[in-house]
């Protein structure tokens, strides 16, 4: 079965810091990737999403950015950190269908940033 | 307007009763309907997943599916307060690499 990580769970970091979210996927092959972020109840905004190795999809400009080094390894990423990027990131995946078709997507467990 | 419309709630419901929510949608090219559980602190569960019009049955959850409206709906039998969390409704279209979520209704259900 499939199985997603992403670490830490919490982050409490200062304002200029720089960060680092790693989510990892287990039990698949060549799965789109995808970096959400969550703000206090408000739904998902989707920041990065990746079809592949080294491909990158930005959905809204900001101060972060991602990688993917491996095929089931995806890294969120801030040279310096504003108060604004607090929030829940949420790292999913989704497998590849007939016809290069997106099903459905699964969520990892998230990671909660506090920027101060 | 929105691409994705949710009523946001909070809606309480008994234990017991019959819960529907409801997204609608505006985009005709979706094809593919999600709903996810999500609890307070944790990441969004996969609920139910559907590509066509009509129902899909799942245990106590029913996902209603009507393009012509781009309307869908989950309904919850004999709702447990163990299903109090916020249900998040998403569509993506056909060939696309993005989901699209709606806002997400905060459900409780008291004992």
């Known amino acids: 079965s499939q199985t997603i990580h992403q670490w830490p769970a919490t982050l409490v970091q200062p304002v200029g810091s720089p960060l680092s979210l790693e989510c990892t996927v287990e039990?698949?092959?060549?799965?789109?990737l995808y970096w959400y972020r969550q703000a206090a109840g408000r739904g998902l905004q989707l920041l990065f999403y990746?079809?592949?190795?080294?491909?990158i999809s930005s959905e809204v400009p900001q101060n972060l950015s991602a990688s993917r080094p491996q095929d089931r390894q995806f890294i969120l990423s801030s040279k310096k950190l504003l108060l604004s990027d607090s929030g829940f990131y949420l790292c999913?995946?989704?497998?590849?269908?007939?016809?290069?078709?997106?099903?459905?997507?699964?969520f990892g467990p998230g990671t909660r940033l506090t920027v101060t | 307007q929105k691409e994705v419309e949710q009523d946001p709630g909070p809606l309480s419901v008994p234990e017991g009763a019959i819960v529907s929510l409801n997204c609608t949608y505006s985009n005709s090219a979706f094809q593919y309907f999600m709903w996810y559980r999500q609890y307070s602190r944790k990441g969004p569960e996969l609920l139910m997943y559907?590509?066509?019009?009509g129902n899909k049955e799942d245990g106590r959850f029913t996902a209603q599916v009507d393009k012509s409206s781009k309307y869908i709906s989950l309904f919850i039998r004999d709702s447990q307060p163990s299903d109090s969390a916020t249900y998040l409704c998403?569509?993506?279209?056909?060939?696309?690499?993005?989901?699209?979520f709606g806002p997400g209704t905060r459900l409780s259900v008291l004992p």
């Open positions: 990746s079809v592949g190795i080294g491909q």
């Open positions: 998403a569509m993506s279209p056909f060939g696309g690499q993005n989901f699209v």
């Open positions: 999913a995946w989704s497998s590849i269908g007939q016809g290069k078709v997106v099903r459905e997507q699964y």
């Open positions: 039990g698949t092959s060549n799965p789109n």
């Open positions: 559907t590509y066509s019009s």
